[in-house]
C-alpha cells in the first residue's frame, strides 16, 4: 500500500489489472481475434467496487462519517470532465465524416451519457455493435460508465446511511463498523444475484425498442419482461453482485494486502487471459461461465497481488484506463465510416493520441484541482474548465441539422418515385388495393412471387422475362410465410389473414412456367411481415408449408437469396466531408451478421424443400453488382443502384436485367 499525490490510495498492480482490461476491451471492438475481450468491463466493474469501498472504509476510519457531498464532488470532477470533452469533440468529428442519418441518433446518446443514462438509454432500444446508418452506436461503450456512476451514487448512500445508524447505536467502533457493512453487502449481493437469476433466465427476450414515450407502469413492466436479458445486462441492479464482489474484496482485506502469494495471483491472471482471449459466448448472456470466471478471478487477483502487473508499462497503461475507453470505442466508429484499409490504423492512432490529450490536460488538471496551490496550475485549469464548459454546450446544441444544410442535395439517394413503371397494372399485380390476380392468367408464366424486397427486383426482372420472349408476372407475396406460421394470431395481427393461401392456391391451379421466390429472410422491422418469431425453426417451417405443396404440383420454384443488408444506409450515408470535397460513395458494406442469419435460413430452406413434380433450383442475381464484402453504390451510367439498405432502385433493377435474363434463360432450359 502506497500514498500518491492526488489519489487516497495507489496501488501499482490495481493500475495493471485496469491496463489489462482496457488492452482486452480496445483488441475486442477492433476486431482482433478476442473472442471475450467485452469481459474487460466486467473487469472494471470488479475493480471499481473495490477501489470504491476502500475510499470510502478511509473515509470512516480518519471521520468516523462518510462526507457524502465531498464523495460526489471528488466522483463527478473524475468522471464528468474527460467523459463530456469526449463527447463533444467526436460528434463534432463524427458531424463531418460520419453519414448524416445517424447525427440524430449520436447526438440523443451524447446527451444521454452526459446524463450518465446511457445504460438506459441503449436498454429502451434494441442496440448492437458497429451498426452504422439508423441504428448507430457511436457511444455504446458509456452505458458501462454510467452503471458505474448510479452504483457509486446508490452504494455511497446506503454506506453512510448504515454508518449514520451504527454511530446512533452507540457500537461504532471500525470493527463493528465493518462487520454491519459487510453483512449489508452480503445481503445485497444475494437480492442482486437473484435478480439478476429471474431477469436473465426466465424473463422472455424477444422484447423490442420501448415504443411509447408516456409514462405508462403496465407498458414499462411488459417491455422489461420482454427483455429480460437485455436488462440483465444494462441494470445497475443485477450488476450490482459484480461491485459488490469487489467490495468485499476491500473489506476483508482492508487492513493487510497479502503480497506474499503472488504465484496464486500469477496462475489466475494467465487463466483470466485465457478467459478473456478463448472463451466463445454472447455478450449478452448474462450468467455465462466466463462472465463469472472473469468476475471472481479479478477478485482473487486483488487479493492476492501481483508484482507482475506492477510492470511500468502497464502501470502507465492503467492510468490512462478511462481516457482509452472513454475514446476507443467512438474513434473506431468513426474509423470505420472511413473507406480506407488503414481504417483500423487510423482507429488505434487517433485512440492513443486522443487519449493522452485527455489525461494530460483534462482528466489530470480536474483529478488534482483540490490539491495544488500553484498559480501557475491554476492559470493552466482555465483551459480545461473552459473546454469542458463548451463541450456541454456542443452537446445540447443541434449540430445535425446544422450538418445536413451542409451537405450538397447531389449526395442524397434519388427516390424511385416512378410509380406508373413501378406499378403497372397491365402485366402484374400489387395486393394494396385487395386484388390479387387482376385478372392474368399465369399459366406458361414466369412468376416473380414475394415481399417488398422482389417488388424492388421488378422492373429488370420484367424487362429480362420479356428480353427471352417469356411472360413476366408478379404476385405480392409479403403474407406468404405468415399464413403459414404455426402461430395463427400473429398472421391474423398482421392482416394478412388467407392472403398468403390464396396466393398458393392460384399458383397451383394456374401453373407458371417457374416460381422465382424472394422474401426477406431475417427477422427485423416486419420482416417478412406477420411472421413475429425469431425463431430459424419457425421461419425455415413456413415457408416448407408455403412452398412445398406448389413443388408436389409440378410447378418449379427458382429459391432467390435475400437481398443484402447495407451499411450505412444509402438513404442517410451522405456526409459533410464527402460533400465539401465532392467524394461520391463508390461501394457499400454488407452487414455481414444480417448476412450469416439470412445464408444460414435460404440454406436450411433449400435443404429441407423436396423436389418432386416440380423441379427446386437456387439463383443468385446479384453477381454483377456485389462481392463477398461489399456492393456497388452506382450503375455503369452512374445511377444509384439502391433505394435503401436493402431494396434496389429502378434503376439498379435494370442494371441486372441482363443477369436475369441469364439465369433465367438457364432454367428454362
Not at 454508518?163 to 437480492?191: E, K, P, T
Not at 464482489?245 to 503480497?259: C, D, N, P, R, T
Not at 480536474?366 to 493552466?380: C, I, M, P, V
Not at 429502378?650 to 435474363?661: L, P, Y
Request: hydrophobic fraction near 45%; proline fraction near 3%.
Amino acid at each position: 500500500m502506497t500514498k500518491n499525490a492526488g489519489q487516497s490510495y495507489w496501488r501499482a498492480d490495481i493500475q495493471g489489472l485496469r491496463a489489462l482490461a482496457v488492452i482486452a476491451v480496445i483488441a475486442y471492438h477492433v476486431g482482433l481475434p478476442i473472442k471475450s475481450g467485452f469481459l474487460g468491463v466486467d473487469v472494471f466493474i470488479v475493480v471499481s467496487g473495490y477501489v470504491i469501498t476502500g475510499l470510502l472504509l478511509r473515509e470512516i476510519e480518519s471521520t468516523g462519517s462518510i462526507r457524502i457531498w465531498k464523495f460526489f464532488k471528488w466522483r463527478f470532477l473524475r468522471l464528468f470532465p474527460a467523459h463530456v470533452v469526449m463527447l463533444a469533440t467526436t460528434l463534432v468529428i463524427f458531424f463531418f465524416i460520419g453519414p448524416y442519418g445517424a447525427h440524430k441518433a449520436a447526438l440523443n446518446q451524447a446527451r444521454a451519457s452526459v446524463a450518465f443514462l446511457a445504460n438506459g438509454y441503449f436498454f429502451a432500444r434494441s442496440k448492437d455493435y458497429f451498426a452504422l446508418g439508423d441504428d448507430l452506436t457511436l457511444f455504446l461503450n458509456t452505458w458501462s460508465l454510467a452503471l458505474e456512476e448510479q452504483f457509486y451514487a446508490i452504494f455511497a448512500v446506503v454506506i453512510s446511511l448504515l454508518v449514520f445508524i451504527v454511530n446512533r447505536s452507540g457500537r461504532n467502533s471500525i470493527r463493528n463498523l465493518r462487520n454491519s457493512i459487510i453483512r449489508l453487502v452480503v445481503v445485497l449481493v444475494v437480492i442482486s444475484i437473484i435478480a439478476a437469476l429471474i431477469s436473465s433466465m426466465f424473463w422472455s427476450g424477444e422484447g423490442g425498442d420501448f415504443k411509447t414515450s408516456t409514462i405508462n407502469p403496465r407498458a414499462w413492466l411488459d417491455f422489461l419482461v420482454s427483455r429480460g436479458a437485455d436488462f440483465a445486462f444494462y441494470s445497475p441492479v443485477t450488476r450490482a453482485w459484480q461491485f459488490l464482489v469487489g467490495a468485499l474484496v476491500a473489506l476483508m482485506s482492508f487492513e493487510k494486502i497479502e503480497k506474499a502469494k503472488s504465484v496464486s495471483a500469477n496462475l489466475a491472471i494467465v487463466v483470466l487471459l485465457l478467459v478473456l482471449t478463448f472463451a466463445s459466448v454472447q455478450a449478452t448472456v448474462f450468467f455465462s461461465w466466463s462472465r463469472t470466471s472473469a468476475t471472481f478471478l479479478t477478485a482473487l487477483i486483488i487479493v492476492r497481488s501481483s508484482k507482475v502487473l506492477a510492470n511500468k508499462w502497464l502501470v502507465l497503461i492503467g492510468d490512462r484506463s478511462y481516457s482509452l475507453y472513454l475514446w476507443h470505442y467512438p474513434l473506431i466508429i468513426i474509423s470505420r465510416s472511413i473507406d480506407s484499409g488503414l481504417a483500423s490504423g487510423i482507429a488505434l492512432v487517433s485512440i492513443v493520441f486522443f487519449s493522452e490529450l485527455s489525461f494530460r490536460y483534462i482528466e489530470t488538471p480536474f483529478r488534482h484541482s483540490n490539491q495544488t496551490a500553484s498559480k501557475n496550475f491554476g492559470f493552466l485549469r482555465i483551459v480545461p474548465t473552459s473546454l469542458v464548459l463548451i463541450s456541454v454546450c456542443v452537446v445540447f446544441l443541434r449540430l445535425d441539422v446544422a450538418a445536413k444544410n451542409m451537405i450538397d442535395p447531389s449526395h442524397f439517394v434519388a427516390k424511385s418515385t416512378d410509380s406508373q413503371y413501378f406499378y403497372d397494372e397491365a402485366t402484374s399485380c400489387w395486393s394494396d388495393d385487395g386484388e390479387l390476380t387482376c385478372g392474368e392468367d399465369l399459366n406458361g408464366s414466369i412468376l416473380l412471387v414475394g415481399d417488398s424486397h422482389a417488388g424492388s427486383l421488378r422492373p429488370g426482372f420484367f424487362k429480362a422475362i420479356s428480353s427471352i420472349n417469356h411472360s413476366p408476372r408478379f404476385r405480392d407475396g409479403r403474407c406468404l410465410f405468415a399464413s403459414f406460421d404455426r402461430d395463427a394470431e400473429s398472421s391474423a395481427k398482421s392482416g394478412c389473414d388467407e392472403l398468403g393461401v390464396q396466393i398458393q392456391r392460384e399458383i397451383i391451379s394456374q401453373k407458371p412456367r417457374i416460381v422465382v421466390f424472394l422474401i426477406c429472410g431475417r427477422i427485423h422491422d416486419s420482416c417478412p411481415e406477420g411472421l413475429d418469431s425469431e425463431s430459424e425453426e419457425d421461419w425455415v417451417n413456413a415457408g416448407k408449408r408455403a412452398l412445398q405443396p406448389i413443388l408436389d404440383a409440378g410447378v418449379s420454384i427458382a429459391l432467390v437469396r435475400d437481398l443484402p443488408v447495407l451499411t450505412p444506409d444509402p438513404r442517410y450515408a451522405a456526409s459533410v466531408v464527402r460533400s465539401i470535397f465532392d467524394m461520391p460513395i463508390n461501394s457499400f458494406k454488407i452487414d455481414k451478421n444480417y448476412q450469416r442469419i439470412a445464408r444460414s435460413r435460404f440454406e436450411r430452406l433449400f435443404s429441407e424443400l423436396t423436389s418432386s413434380s416440380g423441379e427446386l433450383f437456387e439463383v443468385q442475381f446479384l453477381d454483377s453488382v456485389c462481392l463477398e464484402d461489399s456492393c456497388k453504390a452506382k450503375t455503369r451510367t452512374g445511377a444509384d443502384i439502391w433505394q435503401d439498405a436493402d431494396h434496389l432502385s429502378i434503376n439498379g433493377s435494370i442494371e441486372i436485367a441482363d443477369v436475369i435474363a441469364r439465369e433465367v434463360s438457364l432454367l428454362i432450359e
